[in-house]
């Protein structure tokens, strides 16, 4: 996984999504603000371009019929129609503390509609 800490702001969401991300997903610590969606429509597409496998966000989504179509993961504490204004801001490669669990870049991370199961080891076989 690779994480990202960003507060209404999904510059760097934007970014990391739209660089090659075979095999990863992105976890994102929007601070559980929701006020602004960190992601829509138009970045999952580019995400699911680019090979990522799914975002998870501690904050909004936007768009969520489309995000749904995607061939993409996504995991959110709610829908929200407003974007996120652009300023540049957000930290990449940081331990996230998220619902009382630690995550590390680089561990791994599961996630279905039961919950999320994050790892230091691969739980799984590569297909």
Same mark, same amino acid.
């Given at each position: 996984m690779v994480t990202v800490k960003c507060f209404e702001d999904n510059s760097r969401v934007k970014e990391l999504l739209a660089t090659a991300g075979t095999g990863k997903v992105l976890v994102v610590d929007g601070g559980g603000s =929701?006020? %602004?969606? =960190?992601? &829509? *429509?138009?970045? &999952? *597409?580019?995400?699911?371009?680019?090979?990522?496998?799914? !975002?998870?966000? +501690? &904050? %909004?989504?936007?768009?969520? *019929?489309? =995000?749904?179509k995607l061939d993409l993961g996504v995991q959110a504490l709610a829908?929200?129609? =407003?974007?996120?204004?652009?300023?540049g801001v957000g930290e990449v490669g940081l331990t996230l503390f998220l619902g009382g669990a630690t995550i590390e /870049?680089?561990? +791994?991370? +599961?996630? *279905? /509609? /039961? &919950? !999320?199961?994050?790892s230091s080891v691969a739980l799984t076989m590569p297909v």
């Open positions: =929701l006020r %602004c969606a =960190l992601l &829509g *429509d138009m970045i &999952g *597409d580019s995400a699911v371009k680019y090979g990522w496998e799914g !975002v998870i966000i +501690y &904050g %909004c989504v936007r768009d969520v *019929d489309a =995000l749904a829908p929200m129609p =407003l974007k996120s204004v652009r300023k /870049n680089g561990e +791994y991370i +599961y996630a *279905d /509609n /039961n &919950g !999320v199961i994050v």
